[in-house]
Every structure is written in structure tokens, then in C-alpha cells.
């Protein structure tokens, strides 16, 4: 029986067996951020460690950092002590940091490709739970606590135990204006967001397969709402290409053996697998929540379903969501107003993400409905660099849109962009919890970014299809 | 290290009824702006006990019958959402300080992280679990008692079978949960692994 790229890269990277049963995994990248990052290296600190692997670990600031301005002092003072804590950090240990005063700061999932440190066959750990996102790449990528990144900074291993790899495969070709956002909320919407408690999942499948990285790591990234520790795509010809020629990737004679190593890790065609479910690409429409919690979703098309689509025991949240949401079972999805409309986040800021609406704003003359605000949040400077040399910022800015600077902004709202009252927010970021978006009673509602732009300029929900002739 | 070890807990309940209760709800993003976890106790819960509040509930965290508790009780995936530490930091850190929780499930990576703090989550099934939080509810002052070596929780006279898993049975019976220096102990294995994996050694 062959064998999973999990269970190759697992077993690859095991130092030991542990008296508690878990295994002891050695971790090939580890990623760092300013919030949970602090305590564990005081916590390194107390106990005379150092950083065992200074230089596999790698750090941006992304959640705290404003997006109108990123001039230093922050007036958030405590966002400001976070961010000083980190720059001690990172120079006392010897880390290399991507600092917004190069022009180098992004989001921790953002980064990690851009730069070419995420690679295939990888253990790549952050305190951070999209960390599931690298597993675009084929690496076994996952989110830890504080605890354990003071562990990987001490050891560059983690206690863990061994998943199970569930093959989730898409087949057939995706209908016009259907992105892989919408294919990543329906996946959850079937399995549910505790499906995959205790799995890796392996998507595979065509429509998978001839997806770029930039939405394949849509995809990956979103693997932890549905409950799944991480997710990953086996590399192949469209992952090497985006690596090649990437700062951190492999080079000249060091590039063909990387190549070998990365194909020798695919899951192998016999490989066996704890069970494997699949979706035709044919079925997925655009997907849009209503509720509060990433799996309560339904199509545009479709309607907030009634009480009695739901198991007994799921029934009591999703009374909770109804009300909080102010939704009534049966009502159209299309026509919700919204407030605010947000474009980014580690889920859909990425060039592509943004290009995706460049394409439909641009010559016509749409225009941000007059009550609705809409953020454009680059994922990286990287991003927003390219965006300006492309002039999309004046697309952007001549429909009504701000256009700032990079970070997580409004995707949880840890900066100064909040939803105030109770906002309903169109959001192409991964969590729709209540408070998520910064207001104990804020709404959000997730899709893709450009629903989130037809939502934008409609001032509400409405088909991004229809909106903008899409065939 | 005597005072790691983990074999019973003991104290009140504490009911806190909901499937799905994530991260972002056990403390608000707002106040993860910070680079200690001291302080974070009091804003356990903070925005939904605002909510009830308003709509003239109560939230079992400002509960006066539920003061002074010790053991948490939760239904489904409790802890679900973000990797953040912040939150089980913030349940141990509030009131007296939660020493143990009893669900019906966990989200993965939060019970992961309350074993590194030394809070064992163990699992009563829906129908014990509903019978034991009605309980609390009816005598909030009745002590459990959460027996890691038998397995067992005990409630006045009754006694439920509680789940949890050996490995970590272990590891809190021997105090073994902090685990830095357990994994520091191999060292030499860490750097022979690494010293396998060709993208450690520059692809040479
Ligand atoms: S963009 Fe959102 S989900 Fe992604 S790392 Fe930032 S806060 Fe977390």
C-alpha cells in the first residue's frame, strides 16, 4: 500500500516517540507574529533557553498594524509595546524579520510564499491557525499555541499526534465567475465545520489541479474551519513554477534536486486514505453565509435555510445565528444590505484576489453604493506595490473603494478598522464569528472578493454575475 | 515537581451551555493587544456577557451562584476557532481559575493548548453531561471531584465515566504536561533528523 504526502512528510520529520504516545515532529519553518509571539519568548527566557534554529524561524507584524497610516509610534500604544517587544525579540535571538520599514512587512501567510519559504515536503508550524494556508505547497503546515511556539523556538519540534488524511477531490470545470472561495465555503457547508476534527485533508481532483497557488491556497487556508488541523494540494509543475526564482527558494544546481525531493513526497497513487468524499465543480454556485459560523452558508441564489435542514443537535446554534444575524429562515440570501465591504485578508489578498475585481471595475463606471464603506487591504507590501505600478489603486479609489496599507485590518479587527453597532460587513476574509470583525454585535457575512465588490456597489448582497455581466 | 502532577481536581461547577463557543467569544480580539497573559482573567466572556446583560440575562461567568467555581462544564467543540493561547490563558486566569473542563467535545488545538497549561479537558457523553449540568444548575455549591487516575468525575452521590485519552492520562498523572524539556532531552535526535532532511542541509 503506498503512502500519503501526511504520512511521508510525518514520518520524514519524527525525532521520537513520546512516553505521552504523541510524536515528536521537527518543524522545517516556523513563522512568527507579533501577538503570539511575545509571551513564549518570555517564557524562553525564563526558562535560559535560546532559539535553538534562529535561522528556520521567520517574523512579520501583520495583526495589530493600522492600515491608514503605519507611521511609528503607533497611536495604539499597546499596539506599539507589541511591536517593540517583537523588534527586541527578533534582534536579541537573531531572526530574520520582515519589517514595514523595508517595505518587506505582510501577512505571516502571506509572506511565507511570496518569499519563497514555504516549499513542499516542509513541517511548517506558526501560532496562528490559517498557518493550514502553506499546505498549498504540499507541506504539512498547522497552527500552535504560545506554549509551543516557545517549544519550537527551544527544540524546533512540537508534541503532536498522528491525523487521519481524508481525499477530498473536485472534479469537473468550475461555471463562469464561481472562484475558489466559493468552492472552500462549500466544502466546509458539506462537511460541516466539525467534519474534519482529527483529518488532514488532501484535496485533490482536476478543478483543484489546475488551480493557481494563489487559489489553492484559498482553499488550504479555510481547511481549519472546517475543523481539519491542516489541509494540502500534492506539488506538482504549478507549484515549482511559482517557487522558481522565488529569495528564499532553491537555486541553479540546488533547484533540480529540490524538484526530485518535492515529487518524491506526492501522495503515491495506491495510497491509502481514511476515506476520501467527492465534488463535482459542476454543483458549486457563489457561496455567501448567513450565519456565524463559516459553514452556515448558502448559494447566492438560495435562501437562509429553515430549522428543520438541520440535525436536532445542531439546531440550537443555529437559532443563535438567526438572531444575532437578524435572519429569518427562508429569506433570500440576495438583498442584504451591508455596511462596509472588506477585500483582503490571508484567505483573498493576494494579487490575484484583487485582480479579480480589477478586471470587472475597471472601464466601467461602478460606484460604492453612497452608504456603504469598502476597504481594499493589500496581504503584503509586496501586493500593494504591485497593485500600484498596475494603477489598480486608481481603479480601486476612482469606484468609491479606500485602498490602504497592508496587514489583517478588518478580517478581526485587531487594528483600528472595526465594524461599529451591529454593521453587517461583506467580507472576503475566513471567519464569520460574532464579534469577529470588531463589534460585540457586528455582522459578517463571507464570499468572494468580487461578491464582496458586487455587495459593495449594490449596498447589498447580490450576484456578482448578474451585476457585472459575468458569462 | 510534586505540584504538576494532575490526579483529581476538585471544586464547583461552573454551567456554560452553547455549541461552537470559539475563541474570538472566550476573549475578544481587543484584548489580545498585549504582551502578557496577566490581566486577561476578567475579560473571559466579556462581549457576550455584555450582550445578556443588556437583553436583562445573566451569563453563567457573572453568575453570583456560580462564584468561586473551579471546574467548567461545556456541551460540543468547545474552543473552536483561532490557535491563540489567549483563550484558555484567560479561563485559567479568571475568578479563582478554571483547573479543569468537562465538554462533550474540544477543538483540537485549544485542548492541545490547555495540556500545556496544565488544564485537562476530559469528555462526558451529551446525555451524562446534560444530567450534570442540570445538576450544578440546581446545586451550584455541590463540589466534582474530576478523577484522572480512575477515570471518573463524582458529583454527590453519582459518578459518571469521563474520557480522556492515555497519553495525556499520563502526562498529567506524572506531571510530564510542560513539555519543553522532555522534548529538549532528545536533542541529539532533533539534530540527527535534521541532519536527514536534504532542504535542512541545503539540498546537498
Ligand atoms: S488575515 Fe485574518 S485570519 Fe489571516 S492571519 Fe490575519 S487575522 Fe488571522
Known amino acids: 500500500m503506498g503512502r500519503t504526502l501526511y504520512d511521508k512528510v510525518f514520518e520524514a520529520h519524527t525525532v521520537a516517540r513520546l512516553p505521552s504516545g504523541q510524536y515528536q515532529l521537527l518543524m522545517g519553518l516556523h513563522l512568527i507574529h507579533e501577538v503570539t509571539s511575545p509571551q513564549a519568548f518570555s517564557m524562553l527566557e525564563e526558562l535560559g533557553l535560546s532559539v535553538l534554529f534562529p535561522e528556520r524561524t521567520f517574523a512579520t507584524v501583520d495583526h495589530i498594524i493600522p492600515t491608514a497610516s503605519q507611521l511609528r509610534p503607533f497611536r495604539d500604544t499597546l499596539a506599539e509595546q507589541m511591536l517593540v517587544a517583537l523588534e527586541g525579540n527578533v534582534s536579541r535571538h537573531k531572526i530574520r524579520y520582515f519589517a514595514p520599514e523595508r517595505g518587506e512587512q505582510g501577512i505571516v501567510h502571506v509572506i511565507g510564499p511570496e518569499n519563497g519559504l514555504t516549499q513542499p515536503g516542509m513541517t511548517i508550524c506558526c501560532g496562528d491557525s490559517h498557518t493550514a494556508t502553506h499546505g498549498a505547497f504540499g507541506a504539512i503546515a498547522f497552527g500552535i499555541g504560545t506554549s509551543q511556539v516557545r517549544d519550537v523556538l527551544a527544540t524546533q519540534t512540537l508534541s503532536m499526534g498522528r491525523l487521519k488524511v481524508r481525499r477530498i477531490e473536485i472534479n469537473g470545470q468550475l461555471r463562469a465567475g464561481i472562484t475558489a472561495k466559493d468552492v472552500t465555503l462549500y466544502v466546509i457547508n458539506r462537511l460541516g465545520v466539525n467534519g474534519g476534527v482529527g483529518y488532514a485533508y488532501e484535496y485533490a481532483g482536476d478543478t483543484i489541479e489546475r488551480m493557481s497557488m494563489d487559489e489553492r491556497m484559498t482553499i488550504c487556508n479555510m481547511a481549519i474551519e472546517g475543523g481539519a488541523r491542516c489541509g494540502y494540494i500534492n506539488p506538482d509543475q504549478t507549484t515549482y513554477d511559482y517557487l522558481k526564482g522565488r529569495t528564499y527558494a532553491p537555486a541553479n544546481d540546488k533547484w533540480d534536486r529540490a524538484v526530485e525531493y518535492w515529487n518524491s513526497v506526492r501522495s503515491d497513487p495506491d495510497a491509502a486514505y481514511a476515506d476520501t468524499v467527492k465534488f463535482r465543480a459542476e454543483d458549486i454556485e457563489p457561496m455567501v453565509t448567513w450565519g456565524i459560523t463559516p459553514g452556515q452558508s448558502a448559494p447566492v441564489t438560495g435562501q437562509v435555510p429553515a430549522i428543520a435542514d438541520f440535525q436536532v443537535d445542531e439546531q440550537e446554534s443555529v437559532k443563535e445565528a438567526y438572531q444575532y444575524m437578524a435572519v429569518k429562515p427562508g429569506a433570500p440570501i440576495a438583498g442584504q444590505k451591508i455596511n462596509v465591504a472588506f477585500i483582503g485578508s490571508c484567505t483573498n489578498g493576494r494579487l490575484s484576489d484583487f485582480e479579480s475585481v480589477v478586471s470587472v471595475l475597471k472601464d466601467k463606471s461602478y460606484k460604492v453604493a453612497p452608504h456603504v464603506q469598502a476597504l481594499v487591504v493589500p496581504g503584503s507590501m509586496k501586493v500593494k506595490d504591485e497593485m500600484l505600478s498596475r494603477g489598480w489603486d486608481k481603479v480601486f479609489t476612482a469606484a468609491g473603494f479606500e485602498f490602504r496599507e497592508a496587514g489583517c485590518s478588518m478580517c478581526l479587527a485587531m487594528n483600528p478598522d472595526k465594524l461599529t453597532g451591529n454593521q453587517v460587513s461583506a467580507s472576503s476574509s475566513n471567519r464569520n464569528f460574532k464579534g469577529r470583525q470588531g463589534s460585540p454585535t457586528g455582522r459578517t457575512l463571507l464570499m468572494s472578493p468580487i461578491m464582496v465588490a458586487a455587495a459593495a456597489i449594490a449596498g447589498e448582497v447580490t450576484d456578482a454575475r448578474q451585476l457585472f455581466g459575468i458569462v | ?204
Request: hydrophobic content about 40%; glycine content about 10%; aromatic content about 8%.
Open chain 2, 1 to 204: 515537581m510534586q505540584d504538576a502532577k494532575r490526579i483529581t481536581l476538585s471544586g464547583q461547577g461552573i454551567v456554560l451551555r452553547g455549541n461552537d463557543i470559539d475563541t474570538d467569544r472566550i476573549i475578544p480580539a481587543r484584548y489580545l493587544r498585549t504582551v502578557v497573559f496577566d490581566g486577561l482573567g476578567e475579560h473571559t466572556f466579556e462581549d457576550d456577557r455584555a450582550q445578556l446583560k443588556q437583553s436583562g440575562q445573566v451569563h453563567s461567568f457573572d453568575d453570583p451562584k456560580f462564584k468561586g467555581a473551579e471546574i467548567l462544564l461545556v456541551n460540543r467543540n468547545f474552543g473552536c476557532g483561532s490557535s491563540r493561547e489567549h483563550a484558555p490563558q484567560a479561563i485559567k486566569r479568571w475568578g479563582n481559575g478554571i483547573k479543569a473542563i468537562v465538554g462533550e467535545s474540544f477543538a483540537e488545538i485549544f485542548f492541545g493548548n490547555c495540556v500545556s497549561l496544565g488544564i485537562p479537558c476530559v469528555v462526558l457523553d451529551a446525555a451524562s453531561m446534560e444530567r450534570l449540568m442540570a445538576t450544578i444548575e440546581s446545586e451550584p455549591k455541590s463540589k466534582i471531584k474530576v478523577d484522572i487516575q480512575t477515570k471518573n468525575l463524582e458529583v454527590g452521590g453519582s459518578s459518571f465515566p469521563i474520557v480522556i485519552g492515555d497519553g495525556v492520562r499520563q502526562q498529567f498523572l506524572e506531571g510530564r504536561w510542560d513539555t519543553t524539556a522532555e522534548l529538549l532531552a532528545n536533542k541529539e535526535a532533533i539534530l540527527a533528523t535534521a541532519k536527514k532532511l536534504p532542504y535542512f542541509n541545503s539540498w546537498s
